[in-house]
């Protein structure tokens, strides 16, 4: 059957929608009524109001702004059902009132086919709305996630592009509470499109600034956006005057902002933003659709279901893109946050490493001072290894030293192994020896003759320390990863520090003795042993205790410098002191008070005991026969005794009785000893 539209059917309406139009439709509908019903369509356009007409006969009126009830879900185009009854050549005049852009296309059709198309407008829009729906959606929730401005930016692009969407499709104006937008009527719609012109201009410029900074088309991208927003901005003030040039004309900020979108998506491609490309294809059929659009407004056939909806799917997909692009942000932001997780746990590792070294160097600082030189070195590696092994974890740790400042020594941890670990060194020796000649630290694996595999990897930290002497440090790990260069690092750097300390303290402790000795004799210095004195008499008077000094003097001893020499004196003098001091039991002191004399005290001996000790050290001295320049020598002391009175707690008063007691025995022939009475009268 052929449907004959009349000439003057497609009308341009006057786009102010003040104006009534009425036009008469002409067509044949089948001689015999109870066919298939049949149906005016006429595409969704912004009209006021529009029905047909015949007679007495007159359709339920329709309108884009205030859809009816029966206007369906998501209508596409404006309905009228004809009675079932007409047949034959049917005269029927349409009504429209308002303005659209568009020309009038009428079609007469059986309602079969129109319900079919209808359901494709349907299709196309739920899944165009889905689709931004769906977007929206997930833009919100990686905001959420990431708190990035994009995602919500992205959110405004979706929201932006649904408005503008359901308002040119006429589905906005069906929902409660938007409605309100009809207020502003066509001009709305084409306010509202505009805004989503500015918002993909912006969303494509943060799109392609994303990887390369600031672009060259930000300027132009920013104007654009502003002059377009300001368009909109004068669409919703709603002037009548505006109407028709808004309406004429808006094809051109479109299509220019479309433009420039390609434009830039061209040159983002080019720099190589994953996406640019889709979305600029995808952009030029937008824009392909924008003009297909324009041609269907200025009266040339295209079909205008396709273009309408394939533009708009192809705005959808756009967003799509768009946001498959932007979901690069979160691998980059992954990626971010893993270098700074990373750099923190390395700021963690170096500050508990600088801890760690610092808390060692102070340890060592602190406790090697109060050493004795033959305890410093156990102290320290033990100190060492407590404070590695937390930030070097281990299987095994063994320090092995030989001859560093005349101490060998092994060190293990756990202590357990420390009985297998000396014949494993004394075997390894030379290897081991040669490997701390090398001076760095070295790692190799254990290998176990019942399994093939590698038991554990042993690293050989060797000690700066001067040969002959040589030290070094076994790390044992299990398994065959070994250590990292940053470990061996450590574990190098702490041991140096052990071993500076120990060289300081070794140092301290030599400068101090030499300190407080006597150049010659090697016994304690005259300040030595007044700071000991005044000490010894201060602890036995608190204790009630006895404490003796004991004067040693060599008898005619200038004779001696007189006939072998200065030289000769020196050597009498130094083995005379060897010789009280090897007399002397352990806890007494000696030293040399001056010249050729001596002083020894004996702290908890009093006068009997002491002048035991005292003819000790006489006899020491005269069975000593040392011989100088072939000439067999023969030398005596006098020695004179003084106990403590237990009035005293200072060694004035003794000193004073015991060199008057010297005196005495020099007065009494020289080679006894004189022990002092409480008081000299
Ligand atoms: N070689 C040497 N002689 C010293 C040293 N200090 C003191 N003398 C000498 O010791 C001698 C002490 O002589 P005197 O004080 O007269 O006493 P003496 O000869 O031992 O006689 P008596 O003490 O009375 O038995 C001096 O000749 C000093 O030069 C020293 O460090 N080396």
């Not at 404490?547 to 020196?570: P, Q």
């Not at 005991?609 to 020491?620: I, K, P, T, Y």
Request: proline residues 5%; hydrophobic residues 50%; contains cysteine.
């Amino acid at each position: 059957m052929r449907v004959t539209p009349l000439p003057g059917a497609a009308v341009a309406l006057d786009p102010d929608g003040s104006r009534r139009h009425a036009l008469l439709l002409r067509f044949e509908l089948p001689a015999q009524s109870g066919g298939p019903g049949w149906a005016v369509r006429l595409e969704r356009s912004a009209l006021e109001q529009v029905w047909v007409e015949r007679g007495d006969w007159r359709s339920p009126p329709q309108g884009f702004f205030e859809p009816g009830e029966d206007a369906g879900v998501l209508p596409s185009s404006f309905l009228f059902a004809l009675p079932a009854h007409w047949h034959g050549a049917v005269e029927l005049e349409l009504h429209a009132v308002g303005g659209g852009r568009r020309p009038l296309r009428p079609q007469v059709m059986e309602q079969a086919r129109a319900m079919e198309l209808e359901q494709y407008g349907v299709a196309a829009s739920a899944t165009i709305y889905a689709c931004l729906f769906t977007i929206g959606l997930l833009a919100l929730a990686l905001y959420s996630a990431a708190r990035d401005l994009l995602f919500l930016g992205l959110f405004g692009l979706t929201l932006a592009a649904l408005l503008a969407l359901s308002a040119v499709n006429g589905h906005l104006y069906q929902m409660p509470g938007l409605r309100l937008f009809a207020h502003w009527g066509g001009q709305g719609a084409v306010a509202l499109t505009l805004l989503l012109c500015a918002a993909c201009l912006q969303m494509l410029l943060r799109f392609v600034e994303m990887r390369q900074g600031r672009v060259a088309w930000k300027r132009w991208v920013d104007g654009m956006s502003l002059a377009v927003a300001t368009l909109a901005g004068v669409c919703l003030l709603n002037l009548p005057a505006l109407a028709q040039p808004m309406l004429k004309f808006q094809v051109v900020p479109y299509a220019l902002s479309l433009l420039l979108g390609v434009a830039m998506l061209v040159d983002g491609g080019r720099r190589r933003i994953a996406m640019a490309w889709p979305l600029a294809t995808l952009a030029l059929f937008t824009l392909a659709g924008v003009v297909l659009g324009e041609l269907a407004s200025r009266g040339h056939v295209v079909d205008t279901l396709v273009v309408r909806y394939g533009s708009q799917l192809s705005v959808a997909l756009c967003v799509a893109i768009l946001a498959v692009g932007l979901l690069g942000r979160i691998s980059e932001y992954r990626h971010q946050r893993d270098r700074e997780l990373l750099a923190r746990a390395d700021t963690e590792r170096r500050m508990a490493r600088e801890t760690a070294r610092s808390g060692l160097a102070t340890e060592l600082q602190s406790q090697l001072r109060s050493l004795p030189p033959a305890e410093m070195q156990t102290t320290a590696f033990r100190l060492l290894v407590d404070r590695l092994l937390p930030l070097l974890p281990v299987q095994s740790c063994v320090v092995a030293v030989q001859g560093y400042h005349g101490v060998d020594l092994v060190l293990a941890e756990p202590s357990r192994l420390l009985l297998s670990v000396h014949p494993e060194l004394a075997r390894r020796q030379l290897a081991l020896r040669r490997l701390a000649a090398q001076g760095v630290p070295q790692q190799q694996p254990v290998t176990d003759p019942a399994q093939p595999a590698i038991v554990a990897m042993e690293a050989v930290v060797p000690m700066q320390i001067r040969a002959p002497a040589w030290g070094v440090l076994l790390l044992r790990r299990a398994g065959g990863d070994g250590f990292s260069t940053d470990e061996l690092s450590l574990a190098g750097e702490f041991l140096q520090l052990a071993v500076q300390q120990i060289d300081q303290a070794v140092a301290a402790n030599n400068l101090r003795r030499s300190a407080e000795l006597d150049a010659l004799t090697g016994s304690l210095n005259r300040r030595t042993i007044d700071q000991w004195l005044a000490r010894c008499f201060g602890e036995a008077a608190r204790d009630s205790q006895p404490v003796s000094v004991l004067f040693i003097d060599l008898d005619h001893f200038k004779a001696v410098n007189d006939r072998h020499g200065h030289a000769g004196g020196d050597f009498c003098l130094r083995h005379v002191a060897v010789a009280l001091r090897g007399a002397l039991e352990e806890g007494d002191l000696f030293g040399r008070y001056g010249g050729e004399e001596f002083i020894a005290i004996l702290p908890g001996r009093n006068g009997a005991a002491a002048r035991m000790a005292a003819e000790n050290l006489r006899m020491a001295v005269e069975n000593l026969r040392p011989v100088w320049n072939g000439q067999p020598l023969r030398l005596t002391v006098s020695v004179g005794v003084a106990t403590r009175l237990p009035s005293e707690d200072t060694p004035e008063g003794a000193l004073a009785r015991a060199d008057r007691a010297l005196y005495s025995a020099k007065s009494h022939g020289r080679n006894c000893v004189q022990v002092a009475p409480a008081v000299f009268s």
